[in-house]
């Protein structure tokens, strides 16, 4: 096609009251018509809406229209809708290009009408300068591999395992514990119902771990994720458990032998403890135990082995290594769940210096029948009960010191909390709280209840749980302090007990978890879903998705929806068979390649390979990413990355800096 | 080791009520090889009430200082032994740095005098923090010749230096002069919580009662703890909880006898200084009980109370 | 120049598709205002800047370029914003040989969840610019033809 045959049509979008409100829609649409190729321009009160796409689809027959061109939203909103809306107008969907003139011009220049117009004037020009230069392109299709990989063993990722795997998928469940459960399994009961948390959970992990589509993965890690949608190669570390599976029947003789006792600092959050050969906890999913190596004495000293010595199976292996496992999957669903905040980092509450400072999950063990005190109330001693018990909210969240953002599930737990001590115990309970937020179904209710228990709640957030007493009725006791907000005073509650409801933060490893699976976190910390809206559950890479609290803080039923959402994503992508790449890919010009190798190096995915016998570079389109790296690197420009080619992005430089004042028509071949 | 020298602030209050910290801290130096080099015609802080008077005075009054210590030492750290010195000196320079319409306004009152101060230009230190991080306590270890074996002291900080902007080490529970201490051999209390709080300050001009609550509760603190004495780094804290224990033990009906003792007079003394030398005697609250305390050999370590067998694991600090 | 005769630079933006184009996109939709001199221009990658692109957007009658990628060590390309920090040095070296101030061009990292920042950003560099003034590059080019660089660049 030669220049003057191009046709281009242009579209500028109102978007109600958004764009045209701050730019002048009509003035731009009028103007555009100077710009090189413009054969029809209009503006239109929404381009997304079906009329704005039908008028695509009649432009470009009644006009010959080779080129389209919208000016509206950003491209990560509706690139899709007009791409396709062209398509159905027997144009290339590449034959397209979108002026963001809404998130990048009207909403982010309200008070400058003017400003905002020429803005809006200069990325249209952009746009089409640039799309004149634009090729038919077509989307590779691949495969779907119908096969899963779930990460993380908790609620979310159980869920989502079972949903796949009822629905005939196989699933890999990989676990960084020697047990699936993850922190659901720890806690007592439920809020607001109350319900037994292992109660409910323990039939949910043994689903898991008969199921005959899911393969589980326990005490193993995901090392590495190459490959796209559809065709992931994982490799996955399973650490040496030194038992053999095969072997044990998991009757537990080893770690009643077992000599080494240490602290539980996982299952029991400190409060309690584990032999060096364990099983996290009695319904583990494996049920299985594993050699901790950092604390058995064997691997110490060289002697002991006394496990092995009464397995009645031989099951014990203290030479077992490491294994890695590579798996072929379609889609992953991350679920790698929360950290909870340690209150060491702040340090006037006392934690680690007041023996009866505690965590929430401390206390969670602690009210458990199955924990270390029988489900006992009682302080670090072992066996007194308190008298009176103080439960701080907000430790760690909503404080700019430590994270900005509101845990979610603390009220509510809290209160669950405050209910479980007035239900074992006499001792008078008080909350400290900032604000209480109970938001979902029935926790309103759930907190009228715990009030007409007459548990006491004072709002002000504490300064310091302190042993300096001023008083006798202190003596011996923690005194919490902390400024009542609802009276003006500041208060010093005595108190036997004080418990931290310690706030959830992304996982200590997140960031490289996120990099591993190409996606991103957000200022907290926790990973990015595509739209906080629309796509909670997807990722800004094709084929991973999230679940669960790693994408924020969020309760059980949160989760578990969660869980649901992403299997349904995936059970989705899979009946589709294939999926559409973008062919935004590398191409290297091997008549011109001077087979310098540089960009060989360049490429993080090793997609570029060296050809020996013909002394050029070629790319391997399936690995390609589209990054543009190598493109940007030759030395030659001879690599051409497709949809963001050299004379696109030039055309787009010049078209984007084109005097918006003048009124004579621009010739483009000024232009370049 | 080679010699070390800093630019030296002593303040008003070395010179008269806390003479016992001054002479203490001459004397440690020379132990320690630190030449601490005077600043020539030093003037007041402004201690604490001025600046909410008048600012720009207060801080070019502060700045003068700080533009003399320039002028004349330059090249080196200044050190200041009083903690409202410290966090004035320090708070000045900081607002200099940060607010540029501040220093210029400030740089015109010092033309006056025809000084100037270019802000970061002299670095402002604690007199302990110099110590602890440029000597290091196990440094301090071994240089000494007498150690506190028996001695059982309460590490108070006071308020000033552990201030947000004063950078000086955890501002909830600072550590470096409990790991001194220990390093000179004495036994320091791992619960004396109040290592941080307010000795009253003036309030003793305003509120005596205030204040003597305050003064009250850190001593009890250091009683329950089991301390012979309480160890600080500030002359208005040592001011408060000496001179007016006896009016705290009569509003409240104790008879506490608790010593408050300068951290230089404490190193003076596993120096092997005599106690003269260090100004021993001057403080209201004889130091005399606890010095006695001090023993040749250590104590036989106190065995470690058994948790009874029930009990939860406590939760595990970092090292 | 704006009608009234006060100097309003143009700052031409390359955003990369994964962090900062989304920053961009996040003030948007958190309506977060920021002066109107910025024209951004999209690529998937802060990797795919070819330094000629600056030179172009200069040589074009920009005042100032800004160029925005995500946080180093998290690139949505792995590593593609450590090569933009290595380009960008030498671009850096060949840009004062020409004359061209430091804060004319300048490399900012924004994750997808900093609109705040990338608002901050481009507020600060547009007083920046403003303080500088016009650029007028190609204009003051000794050269008789202002195109003799550009069609070298562009390869033809």
Redesign the interface.
């Known amino acids: 096609m030669s220049e003057n045959e191009k046709r281009v049509g242009v579209y500028v979008c109102h978007c109600g009251h958004n764009i045209a409100g701050t730019v002048d829609v009509e003035h731009v649409a009028e103007w555009a018509y100077n710009l090189p190729n413009v054969i029809i321009s209009r503006d239109n009160k929404f381009m997304c809406a079906s009329t704005g796409q039908e008028q695509i689809e009649e432009d470009v027959k009644e006009f010959n229209l080779t080129h389209v061109v919208v000016a509206s939203c950003s491209p990560h909103m509706h690139e899709k809708t007009f791409r396709n809306a062209v398509e159905r107008s027997g144009l290339n969907p590449y034959l397209f290009e979108m002026a963001n003139i809404r998130e990048h011009a009207s909403w982010v220049h309200p008070d400058d009408q003017d400003g905002a117009t020429s803005k809006a004037k200069a990325l249209v020009s952009a746009a089409v300068h640039r799309v004149l230069h634009h090729e038919e392109l077509t989307p590779m299709q691949v495969e779907i591999r119908p096969e899963v990989l779930i990460v993380g063993g908790g609620v979310a990722g159980i869920q989502a395992a079972l949903e796949v795997a009822e629905a005939g998928h196989h699933v890999y469940l990989v676990e960084r514990e020697p047990s699936i459960g993850g922190h659901m399994a720890q806690l007592d009961k439920t809020f607001p119902t109350l319900d037994c948390s292992a109660c409910i959970l323990t039939p949910k992990m043994f689903d898991a771990g008969s199921h005959p589509n899911i393969t589980l993965l326990t005490y193993a890690e995901v090392e590495q994720v190459d490959g796209y949608v559809g065709n992931f190669t994982v490799r996955v570390r399973k650490k040496a458990k030194m038992v053999h599976e095969d072997l044990c029947t998991g009757c537990g003789t080893c770690w009643e032998k077992c000599p080494k006792k240490v602290i539980d600092t996982v299952f029991e959050s400190g409060l309690g403890y584990r032999k060096a050969i364990y099983r996290p906890f009695p319904q583990a999913v494996p049920k299985y135990p594993v050699i901790d190596v950092e604390t058995c004495i064997y691997y110490d000293t060289g002697k002991c082995r006394a496990c092995e010595k009464f397995c009645p199976t031989d099951a014990i292996d203290f030479e077992m290594q490491d294994e890695i496992v590579n798996l072929e999957v379609g889609n992953i669903i991350v679920a790698t769940g929360y950290d909870l905040f340690d209150p060491r980092r702040i340090p006037q509450y006392g934690y680690g210096r007041h023996e009866n400072v505690f965590t929430s999950m401390e206390f969670e063990r602690l009210v458990n029948a199955a924990g270390p005190s029988d489900g006992r109330v009682v302080l670090r001693d072992g066996e007194t009960t308190p008298q009176s018990v103080a439960i701080i909210h907000c430790v760690g969240s909503r404080d700019k010191n430590y994270n900005g953002h509101c845990s979610a599930i603390c009220c509510m737990y809290s209160l669950k909390f405050a209910h479980l001590v007035k239900e074992r115990t006499e001792a008078e309970v008080y909350n400290f709280y900032i604000d209480m937020r109970t938001i979902a179904k029935g926790y309103e209710e759930f907190y009228d209840r715990v009030l007409e228990e007459g548990a006491h709640f004072i709002r002000g957030k504490v300064s310091e749980i302190t042993d300096a007493t001023h008083a006798s009725e202190e003596e011996g006791k923690l005194v919490v302090v902390a400024e009542d907000t609802l009276i003006g005073k500041q208060r010093r509650v005595p108190v036997d007990m004080v418990i931290l409801a310690v706030a959830m933060e992304p996982r200590a490893d997140a960031e490289e978890v996120a990099h591993r699976f190409g996606i991103g976190c957000g200022d907290t910390g926790f990973f990015t879903e595509r739209h906080p809206k629309l796509d909670p559950v997807a990722t800004v890479t094709e084929g991973v998705y999230i679940a669960g609290a790693c994408q924020g803080p969020k309760d059980i039923p949160d989760a578990v929806a969660q869980g649901s959402a992403a299997a349904a994503r995936v059970l989705s992508v899979i009946s589709q068979r294939e999926v559409a790449l973008e062919p935004v890919r590398a191409t290297i010009d091997e008549e011109h390649c001077s087979g310098c190798r540089i960009c060989n190096t360049m490429c993080p995915y090793h997609a570029i390979d060296f050809i020996e016998a013909d002394s050029v570079s070629r790319v391997n389109p399936a690995l390609c990413k589209g990054c543009g790296t190598c493109v940007a690197a030759c030395p030659s420009q001879v690599i051409s990355g497709a949809h963001f080619t050299f004379d696109q992005l030039i055309a787009e430089i010049d078209g984007i800096m084109v005097d918006v004042n003048i009124d004579e028509p621009l010739v483009a071949a000024e232009m370049v | 080791m080679t010699k070390k020298t800093y630019a030296y602030y002593p303040g008003c209050s070395l010179q008269h009520g806390n003479h016992a910290y001054g002479v203490s801290t001459e004397a440690v130096a020379r132990q320690l090889d630190i030449e601490l080099v005077e600043i020539d015609d030093w003037n007041c802080c402004g201690a604490t009430e001025y600046m909410s008077i008048n600012r720009l005075p207060a801080y070019a009054l502060i700045a003068r200082n700080l533009a003399r210590a320039a002028n004349e030492n330059g090249e080196h750290d200044l050190v200041v032994p009083c903690s409202a010195c410290f966090l004035n000196l320090h708070k000045t320079d900081k607002q200099m740095k940060e607010f540029p319409e501040w220093s210029e306004k400030i740089n015109r009152s010092l033309a006056a005098g025809n000084l100037q101060y270019e802000p970061g230009t002299i670095k402002v230190r604690h007199w302990l923090e110099a110590i602890t991080t440029d000597f290091g306590s196990d440094n301090l270890k071994t240089r000494v010749k007498r150690p506190l074996y028996g001695l059982k002291l309460a590490p108070y900080y006071g308020c000033l230096v552990a201030r947000p902007d004063s950078v000086f080490d955890s501002t909830e529970q600072p550590t470096v002069m409990d790991d001194m201490l220990a390093a000179l051999g004495a036994e320091v209390t791992t619960d004396f919580s109040l290592k941080t709080f307010c000795c009253g300050g003036h309030m003793t001009q305003i509120s005596e009662e205030t204040a003597l609550g305050m003064i009250h509760q850190i001593i009890h603190n250091a009683v329950q703890a089991g301390a012979d004495a309480i160890v600080t780094l500030c002359p208005m804290c040592q001011l408060n909880l000496d001179v007016y224990q006896g009016y705290a033990n009569n509003l409240f009906e104790t008879d506490y006898e608790m010593p408050i003792m300068f951290f230089t007079q404490v190193i003076g003394l596993a120096m092997g200084l005599s106690p003269k030398e260090l100004g021993v005697g001057q403080e209201f609250v004889s130091m005399q009980p606890a010095i006695k305390k001090i023993q040749d050999v250590p104590p036989p370590k106190p065995k470690s109370e058994r948790r009874p067998k029930q009990a939860l694991p406590m939760p595990v600090m970092p090292e | 120049m704006?009608e009234n005769g006060t100097f309003?630079p143009?700052i031409?933006g390359f955003l990369c598709n994964?962090?900062s184009?989304?920053a961009?996109?996040l003030?948007?939709?958190s309506?977060?205002?920021?002066?109107?001199?910025?024209?951004?221009?999209?690529?998937?990658?802060t990797?795919?800047?070819?330094p000629?692109?600056v030179l172009?957007?200069l040589e074009?009658?920009?005042d100032g370029v800004l160029i925005m990628g995500?946080h180093p060590?998290?690139c949505?390309?792995?590593?593609?914003n450590y090569?933009a920090i290595r380009?960008f040095a030498l671009l850096k070296r060949t840009l004062r040989q020409f004359g061209i101030e430091e804060e004319r061009v300048q490399l900012h990292w924004a994750?997808?969840?900093?609109g705040v920042e990338f608002?901050k950003t481009v507020a600060k560099m547009t007083e920046e610019i403003t303080a500088l003034g016009p650029l007028e590059w190609s204009r003051n080019w000794p050269n008789e033809d202002p195109h003799i660089y550009a069609e070298e660049a562009?390869?033809e």
Do not use: N
């Open positions: 704006s309003k143009v031409v994964w962090c184009y989304r961009a996109d003030a948007g939709t309506r977060m205002g920021y002066p109107a001199t910025l024209r951004d221009i999209r690529i998937m990658c990797g795919r800047l070819d000629t692109f172009r957007a074009k009658g920009a995500c060590g998290q949505h390309y792995q590593e593609g090569k380009r994750s997808a969840a900093e608002a562009a390869h």
